[in-house]
């Protein structure tokens, strides 16, 4: 089962984010911790780990509509989540939803005869 949430909603630890701006835009992450009402700290297990989490501002993030549900439990009973959990679930996503979007948005369903 996915959990899904309303991406309009408040941010929430484990739900994967999609960054607009900054240098690593394009890049997909997770919230692991919110630090207030407008800024949150990400980490992706590869370039950003979960001991040195990004500042990130909400504005510059597009909340999708996803949370990982390995990582919120992680988070939930010890505090912490592995930089290999981080990488799985984020893997898992852009398998399961990216690259299905991807494929079906270059057809739009139709098979072209050129």
């Given at each position: 089962?996915?959990?899904?949430?309303?991406?309009?909603?408040?941010?929430?630890?484990?739900?994967?984010?999609?960054?607009?701006?900054?240098?690593?835009?394009?890049?997909?992450?997770?919230?692991i911790?919110?630090?207030?009402?407008?800024?949150?700290?990400?980490?992706?297990?590869?370039?950003k780990?979960?001991?040195?989490?990004?500042?990130?501002?909400?504005?510059?993030?597009?909340?999708?509509?996803?949370?990982?549900?390995?990582?919120?439990?992680?988070?939930?009973?010890t505090?912490?989540?592995?930089?290999?959990?981080?990488?799985?679930?984020?893997?898992?996503?852009?398998?399961?939803?990216?690259?299905?979007?991807?494929?079906?948005?270059?057809?739009?369903?139709?098979?072209?005869?050129?």
């Open positions: 089962m996915i959990p899904l949430v309303d991406s309009d909603s408040n941010p929430q630890p484990g739900q994967i984010v999609l960054i607009k701006r900054g240098r690593d835009a394009g890049q997909y992450a997770i919230i911790r919110l630090m207030d009402e407008r800024f949150v700290f990400l980490a992706d297990g590869d370039k780990k979960f001991d040195r989490p990004k500042k990130k501002n909400i504005q510059h993030l597009q909340l999708l509509n996803y949370i990982s549900p390995e990582v919120q439990s992680s988070l939930k009973e505090g912490r989540v592995t930089n290999g959990k981080l990488r799985f679930a984020l893997a898992k996503y852009v398998n399961e939803f990216v690259y299905d979007m991807k494929k079906g948005e270059s057809f739009n369903g139709e098979r072209r005869c050129n």
